[in-house]
């Protein structure tokens, strides 16, 4: 089987690198011209026609088609008013939409007229045959053809039936038919995924092109490997449209899911804000693992699996896709429908599809936006020069019991004042920041006939952050190519992708909320004022300097599709994915940066002052599948099953060297440096993972009414240990389409209503790879007599294996009237062999290695309901609502005794006051897991409030009694940073050509440690800015109550439960408003031009007053967008 | 880009079609080498014994702790502690509860069980090795080395974890004996066990070891060099000292007259010449008498730890006063002082007096430099008197002379001394002859001393045993 694959393997890798060359070297000429063998209804209209009569549409459309229409005035009523809009379609298509709400039926007589008639007259009872030509006094024969799809591809397997007959077949692997028909009979053609086709029977040979089922993407879903009718799914899975995505934003891909599914989490981070340079962290239903206390993955250890057409994704390849590029994104939530994934499924698998091309004559597609982002600054309160001045002297700042220092603080306290006075008051937050306005470009085009289809897509986005300098350009390009030969048929997509990420040289955004409003920026002659004593130095001065601080990639892609149609049932596919990247960062400080102001000349140091660090990476991965899919439809049966076996290689290698001593940022070049940094050596790491799968995946449904998946993957990987090197992931799931039986079909209003179940197990495997075997590493910083030495790096668990993760699921989808729609979900999902840190008796050389202990529990609950409120087909309009809701609830039931060793460790430190951790830390709340309690659980001592007495804090013991001693033992669950719930609603309303959406999202029920209070007020360095509320609200004197302790007390307030608060949020996520010029440009050669405004995050109501946006603020977003088709 | 992907497309298909799946999964890390690959050369097994060695030079172990480090201050080869040492205030007091004494001592632990585990990986795919894939006599020396060092590791955590054999007896609990590595755990062993399984280690060494060049007469026919500077490996006479060593801790007299015996009428080690000593100019000295080393640890980083802990200079000097040493040294006057130990291996700064016998002057010759100190002939002489003391004092005694004359004492011992006064002689040379290299305090403690010299406190278990780390004992160790 395996030669067998190789050599086609290699026999279609040849075909497709000589394809790719035709297609570079004709582009240009390879516009394809209408298809003048069309049939009459293939051909292409443009129509628009509002509120006329049937008789008019008619006359129009044998106009605008050059076609005949036949039909009787007596048995049609073709006053009937008609609205009808099409533009590019096929005639077949569009006659479709006008006649079917009419019962009209229509078929094509000897390829040169179209009979119309009422479709009753069709019934099996009358032939209808009966009132035409002589023809069916003809003998039966044999009637032959091939069916095809846009691209040209053979369809096997369409099913093809004699209209008013039980008299049919099916196409082979070649799409070839043959059947037993007279002239004049209706031949219907149907298959899973494309649009129903009829047409008449005039002469031997019958060729059809079936269109496929786009406009019903909702009623597919695609799995990465294969797509399955969704009516017969039983998984659950959520499919978002490219409309859809763009409704809600036009940032990112991950950003427009967030607020579509609210499953699909972007965890918070205050610290990062709106950095365009910063990966979001995402998880889907809740956190299976732990967090990654100890370095041990690869990645976020909750993140999902991202595939891109077929083929495994990084997430920053999904943050740099072009959202005018996306076709379709589907999250696989439960076991039924990710299983085939096997170990990489538990956290949730989302599938994202581009753009295929499509048949016909070249289109080109461009999107064009200009996006806007301000800055959000208004989670900040800090004080202005008087108050901060006043705040330092109630902080005893300028008070001294030795009398020669009081004259200079008094003399401090007056220069502060008299500038104060002189109106020096900066607003030191804005300077870093900037207006950024970035943009983004897509051009698509695409075309072909039936042998070959090209596409070819370049995008351009430049996000430009807030903060000055801070920007992230993308640049990719793709050529697609779809072909056929014989009963093969070919698809192939090469991307490249090249990323420049550039850091603000403005540095961290916290280095200027912290700055004294009373200083200057600049001196009396305008220059830049370098340092404000006591080694506090001007941030705005490094940001002249030519510093370097940025990243950049670049990614070849190449995807190749192969289907060999063996006979009409059974196909065979071969996919082989290959991607190369290049990584480059590189970081650079002069010797000018104040980091070094205080290396005194005299120093040996002065001399290795400048800093520049270069990092490069390689990344290789290799994926190959080759499948079988068998689908037979029987009398009420249908089956439909997937057997591939996949095989795939990742291997990613960095390098990285520092060099020290750049005496000014004109030598910015790492070749300029004085030497090494010191005691430091090139570093590196390299990281190889294989693996190996056969999966089976199976879907049967009996008369549409029972459903039935089963998917079983047998997967191995290098990552798992020599012992436990293959394991079985496997997803069982059943469904019930109610609305099939008799029982709801007389219920009328009810159009769908399915209940779902499921069940499986699938597993997790992001960690670092060699854990599970011995392994070596050598000295390379020591030789022994002059031989260098070898030492093993840790103990190696042969039983290490993946995570596994069991998800049941129950759900069911109702649509009411057609107009309401529902889908609900309830999921327990228990993921178990957590890897841990189990500790070991040291006298087995190591004191702990890396095991399969561990439990956590998720279980919760979506809702996802949409209501058609208003439609009007005659206005244009409609006006859609919508909500979700998700709950997820998250509780560890095992940890190993290395987690509590960890526990332990992190107590111990914060019941110290000096040593191993950060004063900042000590303020912050640790990860604590504990059985029985969320990872996100927050841990602090309960707290009840400030002494009026002393303005020290009384904590409460665990035994009830009271103290002013903070200790770990006493550390309460005093909340959980998981919201309780968390959703989006918002409308989609459209009026003729105008539409608007608007979304928001919400959360409730977590808490959240208000670390603004913490740093800011409570434990404030007075040196520097503080928040308002420092000044107002501090405990100064006996008897007064204050929520805050002395403010003339500097030590660490330790967690506590005075500064956990409730985090109930609202945000005014999007607002989209649309506008379609087509009607303007009637006329035009633009086929359709679409206008639009986008704003994101507008707006927050929250609970909760906290500074947002830490080291980089947050950002309100506008883009305004441009599409046209041409 | 077309032949890239047809050659990757190739060679991967070809492995997945030509080597069974499990072969495809086996990956190797490139900057880690996989303990399978690495031993399917004779360089593997090289670098691995190496790399034991480097790690005994850590300096939890050998390169500081267990030589001049923790172990010479619990035998109170320093003084003038105070509260403000961070390192070793706790420890100079046996305050072993403290956090910078619990700190250090379980780093000694898990450091010496470490480098087990590394001897451990390494017997185990030595003795599943195919000889023949080595040169010459390199598997033997290779696999003797091993068992060597695996026995002397045990040895010294042995000697800082159990009680003595003079204490507690052989029953007492020992330490887990680990000779597999992996994840199952080695319980605790008595003392008695553990010194059987010792020796047991150390009759395998020997037997492999016997084909030593270090041995007189022994010549190695391999061309490779791999066999130089034996010194510097645990060469048969480390395991022969060691076996006296051990002999006598359990108190088994005979086998350590014979074994110490054997190293001295061995003669590979004699003692340091006089011109080699005195000299003038102080980098040309030869500060640890390189020939009398059995085993020494190679210490590229020795000037700067000399430096750092061992000179008036640095913040944590060890160090002890003149009168101290004089006491030590029986001087009466510096000037006209006759043991090398004291004249030239010690030197007066600012009121205190430091040991430079491991300092690294400039110049000094590389034949002298960078070489730690862990066994030395003189203790063969030792243990050969005290196993002599009773039976043969005469014979004892002229061992201790011998010593003392090649450290420039001109004065001999009397031959009248009796056994007491002849153990009391050899106390003073561990005193003397040791500084820096830790064996004073094993000396104390095997004889099971009431008190120890120059300290306050009175010795004995709550002395002599340190505690094992809390994790060990978690798992009933």
Redesign the interface.
Same mark, same amino acid.
């Given at each position: 089987m395996q030669k067998i694959f190789t050599a086609n393997i290699c026999k279609i890798m040849r075909i497709t690198a000589a394809q790719f060359i035709l297609l570079v070297l004709t582009l240009s000429v390879a516009v394809a011209g209408d298809n003048f063998a069309q049939g009459l209804l293939d051909r292409k209209v443009s129509i628009r026609i509002d509120a006329r009569t049937l008789k008019d549409v008619l006359t129009t459309l044998e106009n605008e088609a050059q076609v005949k229409f036949v039909y009787s005035t007596s048995a049609l009523d073709l006053s009937r008013n008609i609205s009808i809009n099409a533009s590019d379609e096929k005639l077949g298509a569009v006659l479709n939409q006008v006649l079917t709400p009419l019962a009209i039926q229509f078929v094509v007589k000897n390829n040169a007229y179209i009979v119309l008639k009422k479709e009753k007259e069709a019934s099996a009872d009358e032939p209808i045959t009966d009132s035409l030509s002589a023809s069916q006094l003809q003998d039966v024969r044999s009637v032959h053809g091939r069916v095809t799809d846009k691209e040209g591809l053979p369809l096997p397997g369409v099913n093809i039936m004699i209209m008013g007959t039980t008299i049919g077949t099916a196409t082979d692997g070649d799409g070839n038919y043959t059947i037993e028909a007279r002239d004049g009979d209706i031949l219907v053609f149907s298959f899973i995924g494309f649009d129903r086709y009829e047409i008449v029977v005039s002469g031997d040979l019958v060729n059809v092109v079936l269109n496929e089922n786009v406009t019903q993407l909702n009623d597919v879903v695609v799995t990465g490997y294969y797509t399955r009718k969704a009516e017969s799914f039983t998984g659950s899975a959520v499919t978002i449209s490219k409309d859809e995505l763009r409704m809600v934003g036009n940032q990112n891909v991950l950003q427009s899911v967030a607020i579509l599914d609210p499953s699909f989490r972007i965890v918070d981070n205050l610290d990062i804000g709106s950095n365009p340079n910063q990966l979001p962290n995402v998880q889907v239903r809740g956190a299976a693992g732990v967090p990654d206390l100890k370095g041990d993955y690869q990645t976020n250890p909750n993140q999902p699996l991202f595939i891109l057409n077929g083929f495994q994704a990084t997430i920053e390849q999904v943050y740099d896709l072009n959202m005018n590029f996306v076709e379709s994104i589907t999250i696989l939530k439960d076991a039924a429908a990710k299983a085939i994934y096997g170990s990489r499924a538990a956290n949730g698998v989302v599938v994202i599809e581009t753009k295929r091309p499509e048949e016909g004559r070249m289109r080109i597609n461009y999107n064009g936006s200009v996006d806007i982002q301000t800055p959000d600054l208004s989670s900040y309160e800090l004080t202005n020069s008087s108050q901060k001045i006043q705040a330092e002297q109630l902080a005893g700042v300028y008070t001294s019991t030795t009398p020669l220092i009081q004259e200079q603080l008094t003399a401090q306290y007056g220069q502060r004042m008299a500038e104060a006075a002189r109106g020096v008051n900066t607003y030191w937050l804005s300077q870093p920041l900037r207006t950024g306005i970035g943009q983004k470009h897509n051009v698509y085009l695409d075309g072909g006939d039936e042998a070959m289809i090209y596409s070819v897509n370049v995008s351009y986005n430049n996000v430009k952050g807030v903060m000055k300098g801070s920007d992230r350009t993308t640049l990719s390009g793709t050529a697609g190519l779809s072909y056929r030969y014989k009963n093969f048929s070919f698809r192939n997509l090469l991307t490249v992708d090249n990323n420049n990420s550039v850091n603000s040289p403005y540095g961290d955004f916290s280095l200027y909320a912290r700055m004294n409003p009373y200083w200057r920026i600049h001196d009396e002659d305008g220059r830049l004022i370098r340092s404000y004593g006591n080694s506090v130095f001007n941030p705005l001065y490094d940001a002249t300097l030519k510093t370097k601080d940025f990243s950049k990639y670049m990614t070849v892609t190449e995807n190749f599709y192969g289907e060999w149609a063996i006979t009409n049932r059974l196909r065979a596919t071969a996919r082989l994915g290959v991607n190369h990247s290049d990584r480059r960062t590189e970081y650079f400080l002069p010797a000018t940066h104040s980091t070094y102001a205080n290396i005194a000349s005299s120093s040996p140091e002065y001399v290795n002052r400048g800093q520049y660090t270069i990092g490069t990476g390689v990344d290789n991965n290799l994926t190959s599948d080759i499948g079988l899919a068998y689908n037979v439809e029987r009398k009420k049966h249908a089956l439909y099953s997937n057997l591939f076996y996949s095989i795939g290689q990742q291997s990613s290698s960095v390098t990285q060297v520092m060099a020290v001593g750049f005496p000014n940022d004109r030598m910015n070049d790492i070749s300029m440096a004085n030497r090494y940094l010191e005691g430091s050596s090139p570093t590196g790491s390299e990281n190889t993972t294989r693996n190996l799968g056969v999966t089976l995946a199976t879907n049967y449904s009996y008369d549409n009414r029972f459903l039935a998946d089963f998917s079983y993957r047998l997967n191995g990987s290098s990552q798992f240990g020599a012992r436990n090197r293959w394991g079985g992931f496997w997803g069982i799931g059943a469904g019930w389409n109610l609305h099939n039986e008799d029982f709801i079909r007389k219920l009328r209003f009810i159009e769908q209503l399915k209940l779902r179940a499921s069940t499986g197990y699938t597993g997790s495997q992001n960690f670092n790879s060699y854990m599970s075997v011995a392994s070596y590493s050598y000295n390379t910083r020591q030789t022994y007599n002059g031989d260098i030495g070898l030492a093993l790096q840790a103990l190696p668990n042969p039983y290490l294996q993946w995570q596994q993760t069991q998800d049941n699921n129950i759900g069911f989808d109702l649509n009411m009237f057609g107009k309401l729609m529902v889908r609900g979900d309830y999921y327990l999902s228990r993921t178990n062999s957590l890897l841990s840190d189990v500790t070991t008796p040291p006298s087995s050389g190591f004191t702990s290695y890396k095991a399969n202990i561990g439990r956590t529990e998720n279980t919760g609950y979506q809702l996802a309901v949409s209501y058609k409120a208003y439609t009007s087909a005659a206005r244009k309009s409609y006006l859609n609502l919508f909500i979700n809701i998700a709950h997820n609830s998250n509780r560890i039931k095992e940890v190993s005794n290395g987690f509590k060793q960890l526990n332990a460790e992190q107590d111990a430190d914060k019941d110290g006051n000096s040593g191993n951790i950060t004063k900042e830390q000590r303020q912050t709340p640790s990860i604590r897991l504990i059985e029985g309690m969320s990872t996100e659980t927050i841990w602090a001592v309960q707290s009840l409030g400030i002494d009026p007495a002393n303005g020290k804090e009384i904590f409460r013991k665990k035994d009830g009694s009271l103290t002013y001693l903070w200790s770990s033992a006493d550390q309460i669950a005093a909340g959980d940073a998981a919201p309780k719930i968390m959703g989006s609603f918002g409308a989609n309303f459209q009026y003729q050509s105008f539409t608007a959406n608007v979304a928001f999202t919400f959360k409730a029920g977590g808490q959240a440690y208000n670390t603004t209070l913490v740093q800011r007020v409570e434990n404030a360095d007075i040196s520097w800015n503080v928040d308002t509320r420092f000044l107002s609200e501090r405990w100064k004197e006996p008897g007064q109550a204050s929520f805050y302790k002395d403010i003339a007390d500097q030590t660490a307030t330790k967690p506590t439960t005075r500064f956990v608060e409730d985090l109930n949020e609202l945000v005014f996520s999007s607002v989209s408003l649309m506008y379609d010029l087509r009607r303007v440009l009637k006329g035009q050669k633009i086929n359709n031009v679409r206008v639009g405004f986008n704003m994101n995050d507008l707006a927050r109501v929250s609970s909760m007053k906290t500074e947002r946006g830490l080291s980089y603020p947050f950002a309100r977003q506008l883009s305004f967008t441009v599409q046209a088709t041409f | 880009? &077309?032949n890239?992907? #047809?050659s990757? *497309?190739?060679t991967? #298909?070809?492995i997945?079609?030509l080597t069974s799946?499990?072969d +495809? /999964?086996? #990956? =190797? $890390? &490139? *900057?880690?080498?996989?303990?399978?690959d690495?031993f399917q050369s004779e360089q593997?097994f &090289?670098?691995? /014994? !190496?790399?034991?060695?480097?790690?005994m !030079?850590h300096e939890d172990l050998y390169g500081r702790q267990l030589t001049f480090g923790l172990v010479d201050v619990l035998g109170n080869q320093y003084s003038g502690f105070t509260t403000n040492d961070r390192n070793y205030y706790q420890i100079s007091v046996f305050n072993y509860e403290s956090d910078t004494a619990e700190t250090a001592i =379980?780093a000694i +632990? *898990?450091a010496q %069980?470490?480098a087990?585990?590394?001897v451990?990986?390494l017997i185990a795919n030595i003795d599943a090795a195919d000889p023949l894939m080595f040169e010459n006599e390199n598997y033997n020396i290779i696999r003797g080395e091993a068992y060597g060092l695996r026995a002397f590791l045990h040895f010294d955590l042995l000697r800082l974890y159990a009680t003595a054999p003079a204490s507690g007896g052989t029953t007492a609990a020992g330490? $887990?004996y680990?000779n597999t590595?992996? /994840? *199952?755990? !080695?319980p605790s062993s008595t003392v008695g066990k553990v010194l059987e399984l010792i020796q047991a280690d150390l009759t395998v060494a020997l037997a492999a070891l016997a084909e030593d060049p270090v041995i007189p007469g022994k010549v190695t026919t391999s061309s490779d060099n791999y066999l130089? =500077?034996r010194s %510097?490996k645990f060469n048969y006479y480390a395991a022969k000292a060691l076996q006296a060593r051990v002999a006598l801790y359990a108190n088994d007299k005979a086998t350590a007259l014979a074994s110490a015996r054997a190293v001295i009428d061995g003669k590979a080690f004699p003692f340091v010449p006089a011109s080699q000593v005195v000299v003038g100019v102080p980098a040309m000295v030869n500060r640890v008498f390189t020939p009398e080393l059995i085993f020494t640890l190679?210490m !590229?980083?020795l000037g700067t730890l000399s430096s750092t802990w061992l000179t008036n200079s640095s913040t944590e000097q060890l160090g002890k006063t003149p009168d101290e040493y004089r006491a030590v040294y029986e001087v009466q006057d510096d000037a006209t002082a006759a043991d090398y130990r004291f004249r030239v291996l010690t030197s007066e700064v600012n009121g205190e007096r430091y040991a430079v016998k491991l300092t690294q002057p400039e110049g000094i010759p590389t034949t002298y430099a960078n070489r730690m100190p862990v066994m030395r002939v003189s203790e063969m002489y030792y243990i050969a008197a005290e196993c002599l003391k009773d039976t043969d004092p005469a014979q004892a005694i002229g061992y201790l002379n011998a010593v003392r004359r090649a450290r420039g004492i001109l004065d001999d011992l009397s031959p009248a001394l009796d056994a007491a006064q002849i153990q009391q002689e050899i106390f003073k040379e561990y005193e003397k002859e040791f500084l820096l290299e830790g064996q004073l305090f094993y000396y104390y403690k095997r004889v099971n001393a009431a008190t120890m010299r120059f300290s306050g406190a009175v010795a004995g278990d709550a002395v002599y045993v340190l505690p094992r $780390?809390d994790?060990?004992i978690?798992?009933g160790?």
């Open positions: - | 880009m &077309k890239i992907i #047809v990757i *497309t190739i991967l #298909v070809a997945a079609s799946c499990n +495809w /999964l086996e #990956v =190797d $890390p &490139k *900057t880690q080498i996989g303990s399978d690495n593997g &090289k670098d691995a /014994l !190496t790399g034991v060695y480097i790690l !030079t =379980d +632990w *898990t %069980y470490n087990i585990a590394n451990n990986n330490i $887990p680990a590595f992996g /994840l *199952t755990v !080695t130089r =500077d %510097y190679n !590229t980083n $780390p994790n060990e978690e798992f160790n």
